[in-house]
């Protein structure tokens, strides 16, 4: 197995994740249960959208003390390339993976919208020249207004740590970010959802270069031609 997907309880948009990696791209992906190890020949990983234990308490707040939870830390520590969305991305700060938290929608709202982005130029794989300058993905959530201290946010964006910017603010994130990568460029967070646009009955195939671009380094080793 090349890509591992985590399932927690509430976990709704695993297999979506799934086909997009495995029937689309080409690549061996697995979904693996929360309580479960990591596999050992995991190559990268993606922590699905959903609603992980209900969101009680705060979204992807339960899910950080999950066993797997333990195991992927080790990973990304050793390098590991994780992409955390919607719900993961929301697990990811919990965990301490990615700084921040994904806070109330500022309009109360769940959003459920085909959402233009901004794309930054954030690094080699994660740049305009390679996903165009614009997005439209699909988002859907209610807690997806990113919050993190302002010493914090100097940081991300002097370090060029964003990935993308919503075009229309829909949930009153701060300086419009919708997705940020750590500092090593290992662990990736958005709240957008690549994974439900991929296929051409989807509302459009912009899913597929964020995915490829984040699963590049496994696409480059296996010579896997993606389905288009």
Not at 94 to 106: F, H, K, M, T, Y
Not at 107 to 123: A, G, H, T, Y
Not at 135 to 141: D, K, Q, V
Request: proline letters at 7%; charged letters at 20%; one cysteine or more.
């Amino acid at each position: 197995m090349k890509v591992a997907i985590l399932q927690f309880p509430g976990s709704n948009c695993d297999w979506d994740a799934e086909h997009a990696v495995k029937d689309v791209l080409g690549l061996p992906a697995q979904r693996v249960w929360h309580k479960d190890p990591l596999p050992s020949e995991t190559e990268a990983v993606i922590v699905p959208g959903g609603f992980s234990f209900g969101d009680y308490l705060r979204c992807g707040a339960i899910a950080r003390f999950s066993p797997i939870t333990a195991d992927l830390k080790r990973f990304a520590g050793q390098g590991g390339q994780v992409l955390g969305i919607c719900n993961g991305f929301q697990i990811l700060c919990e965990a301490g993976l990615l700084p921040g938290a994904l806070i109330r929608n500022d309009c109360i709202e769940f959003r459920c919208v085909n959402q233009p982005l901004k794309v930054e130029d954030s690094n080699d794989r994660f740049h305009s020249s390679k996903l165009g300058a614009t997005l439209s993905l699909p988002i859907a959530h209610g807690e997806g207004n990113y919050r993190v201290k302002e010493s914090t946010l100097l940081e991300l964006e002097s370090n060029q740590q964003v990935l993308l910017r919503y075009q229309g603010n829909p949930n009153g994130s701060l300086n419009d970010i919708a997705g940020i990568r750590n500092r090593n460029g290992n662990v990736y967070g958005m709240m957008p959802h690549p994974e439900r646009a991929v296929e051409p009955y989807h509302p459009c195939l912009d899913g597929l270069p964020v995915l490829k671009a984040f699963l590049e380094p496994l696409l480059s080793a296996t010579a896997v031609e993606p389905v288009s």
